[in-house]
Structures are given as C-alpha cells and as structure tokens.
C-alpha cells in the first residue's frame, strides 16, 4: 500500500445523481492531486492542491468541484455527469517543493456514468 | 508545451531476457523524470526517478533507467524479466521549478507501454 487510500473503489452512477470520491494520505504531505484516467489516453490532471494553492487544469469542466478541508483529506464532487466521464479516477499526493517530489498514488475509483 | 512519448503499446519478452521500455520527452528547461508502473485494477506504483547526478538510476524490482540529455530519453530496463513484471508502464516528466511557477509539481505521463513477460 502507498499511505494513499480512495473510497469508494468503484461507483456507477446516473448523469442527473450528485456524488463525491473521497482521498485520504497518511504520508504526512502538503500537496494534493486529483487526475483522470481514460483508456488510450495519456493520465490527465485535474486539479492541483495545498492548503495554499489551488491550480486547475481550464479544461476541466465545472461538474467536478475538488474540496479540500485539510491536508490530508481530498474530495472530488461530481453532479450531472456525462457518459464520457466515465474512468479511473486516481489521486496522489507528494511533498510541496516543486515538481522534484515523487507523488504517490492511491487505488483510482472506477467512474461508470450510465 | 511539455510532452512525453512512449513509442511502444506493447512490448513483449520472455522470461530471462532482458528487457527495455522506451520514453523519449520534451520539455522547456530541465526536467525531473519518472517511472511509474500499475498493475490491473490498481494505481500507479512508483518505481524510480531521475533528479540530478549519475545519469543512471536505480529503482525497485531490480529496474533501472538511464538518462541521456542529448537524446531526450530515459529508458527502462531490467537486465532479466520476471512473468511478474507484466504490467502497464508509465514514464512521467515534471519541471524544475514546479507547476506554472508554484511549489506544487505537475506530472505530465506518456500513454503507457504494456509489458508482457511470457514464462
């Protein structure tokens, strides 16, 4: 195990539901991410957080809103999703000191939008 | 822009042979580079990286990778393949200096090579 947990592992849900994945690290870091992966595509990051920053990727669409309360806790808050949003949604985190940092990866939750 | 290519959908070895995963990247300034690798049904495994110093690095599993700055590349290798290291490879590049000037990284990934070590 990395010290980066996601629940829930897997969600299927309707384009007109609200629901929320839920990260947690216990590796004592202060940077937080959340990215996507599709099949045959390249990882793709969404959001970039600290208590202090928050950096997004502009071509993400605003029906996924990231939260995050404190340092080791992530939330990515989905509602009225499309079928194209269906993926592996992975967060990672890593220490804040530029892009030298390893980012350490949790299990992904298994997106299927219906 | 920041790219990472990995020429390779699939490579394929038998077990005891050794074997080499590609990444070839292009970045504006000096890069920080990464391999990760992920198993079916699980996140990415950190398995190695490149910061500064020796061009050769050594990671987990007996994994090694060697950068080249004139070639832009820094390939995987392992000098003998194991049916366990079948899996989906990833190379990854971020940047000194960090994500649009902040402190916090960006990795930028390749699409993957899927290895497949055949007993």
């Known amino acids: 195990e990395t010290g980066v947990t996601q629940t829930p592992r897997h969600l299927v849900m309707g384009m007109t539901n609200k629901k929320s994945l839920k990260c947690e690290q216990h590796?004592?870091?202060?940077?937080m991410y959340w990215y996507k992966q599709s099949a045959k595509k390249p990882l793709e990051l969404m959001f970039v957080?600290?208590?202090?920053?928050?950096?997004e990727n502009n071509s993400v669409p605003s029906r996924f809103s990231p939260e995050c309360p404190n340092s080791s806790h992530l939330f990515l808050h989905l509602h009225t999703l499309q079928p194209e949003d269906s993926a592996l949604y992975l967060c990672?985190?890593?220490?804040?000191?530029?892009?030298?940092?390893?980012?350490?990866f949790g299990p992904g939750t298994r997106l299927l939008v219906l | 822009a920041q790219s990472v290519a990995q020429p390779e959908d699939q490579v394929n070895v038998a077990e005891g042979n050794p074997l080499t995963v590609k990444c070839t990247y292009s970045?504006?300034?000096?890069?920080?580079l990464f391999w990760y690798v992920q198993y079916p049904n699980r996140g990415l495994q950190f398995l190695l990286k490149?910061?500064?110093?020796?061009?050769l690095v050594k990671g987990s599993y007996g994994f090694e990778a060697e950068f080249n700055k004139s070639q832009t590349s820094f390939h995987l290798k392992k000098p003998s393949a194991l049916v366990s290291d079948s899996a989906l490879y990833f190379c990854?590049?971020?940047?000194?200096?960090?994500?649009?000037?902040?402190?916090?990284?960006?990795?930028?990934f390749g699409r993957g090579t899927q290895l497949t070590v055949w007993p």
């Open positions: 990672a985190s890593s220490h804040k000191r530029g892009g030298r940092e390893t980012q350490y």
């Open positions: 590796l004592g870091h202060n940077a």
């Open positions: 957080y600290s208590l202090e920053e928050r950096v």
């Open positions: 970045v504006s300034g000096n890069p920080y």
């Open positions: 490149y910061i500064t110093g020796d061009n």
């Open positions: 990854a590049v971020s940047l000194q200096g960090g994500h649009r000037g902040s402190t916090l990284g960006r990795l930028y």
